[in-house]
T-cell receptor
Framework: DAKTTQPNSMESNEEEPVHLPCNHSTISGTDYIHWYRQLPSQGPEYVIHGLTSNVNNRMASLAIAEDRKSSTLILHRATLRDAAVYYC????????????FGAGTQVVVTP | NAGVTQTPKFQVLKTGQSMTLQCAQDMNHNSMYWYRQDPGMGLRLIYYSASEGTTDKGEVPNGYNVSRLNKREFSLRLESAAPSQTSVYFCASNRHLNTEAFFGQGTRLTVV
């Protein structure tokens, strides 16, 4: 399975944007890039996913590099509720059944 | 619409005891998953069921069995609990293999 690499932690001030990087240099052409987040003491929740084009939804934006070897999750205005662990996951025909999580990035938001 | 419901929420077992963790979803999803999460760690996939009637091993299946009882329910059984199985267990489901997955609130299991 193609792997992802994320920083262990990132800090942000409230109401400022947060850019969370994810490297996936071995991504295949059929792998989708998924992001989930896990708030303290809760199960993970879906954030966004994409294949090639940048994607936007009410929670975040996903910017995908042209060569698809990296992507960035953008939280436009961080709130205290955005403090969570963010997971970048690749899903493709070989791994669709597995939804495997890595260590993720711990985001700390300070008032 | 309850989403993914796990029971029980908390459980304490003695070493060697058995128990079944229950998971049910009301979203008519095809795929279901069981994960464990140890303190300070990411989620690890135990078993998954891509569709009703099928189950497959994930990263850490040893010591567990699963049953996809019907489309709604996917249970996880510990036949002989060990302290190493102390963890938080999450169930998840999604409609198809590459769509948004929904997670339950977790079952906190302690084996003493």
């Amino acid at each position: 399975d193609a792997k992802t690499t994320q920083p262990n932690s990132m800090e942000s001030n409230e109401e400022e944007p947060v850019h969370l990087p994810c490297n996936h240099s071995t991504i295949s052409g059929t792998d989708y890039i998924h992001w989930y987040r896990q708030l303290p003491s809760q199960g993970p929740e879906y954030v966004i996913h994409g294949l090639t084009s940048n994607v936007n939804n009410r929670m975040a934006s996903l910017a995908i590099a042209e060569d698809r070897k990296s992507s960035t999750l953008i939280l436009h205005r961080a709130t205290l509720r955005d403090a969570a662990v963010y997971y970048c996951i690749l899903r493709g025909p070989d791994s669709w059944g597995k939804l495997q999580f890595g260590a993720g990035t711990q985001v700390v938001v300070t008032p | 619409n309850a989403g993914v419901t796990q029971t029980p929420k908390f459980q304490v077992l003695k070493t060697g005891q058995s128990m079944t963790l229950q998971c049910a979803q009301d979203m008519n999803h095809n795929s279901m998953y069981w994960y464990r999460q140890d303190p300070g760690m990411g989620l690890r996939l135990i078993y998954y069921s891509a569709s009703e009637g099928t189950t497959d091993k994930g990263e850490v299946p040893n010591g567990y069995n699963v049953s996809r009882l019907n489309k709604r329910e996917f249970s996880l059984r510990l036949e002989s609990a060990a302290p190493s199985q102390t963890s938080v267990y999450f169930c998840a489901s999604n409609r198809h293999l590459n769509t948004e997955a929904f997670f339950g609130q977790g079952t906190r299991l302690t084996v003493v």
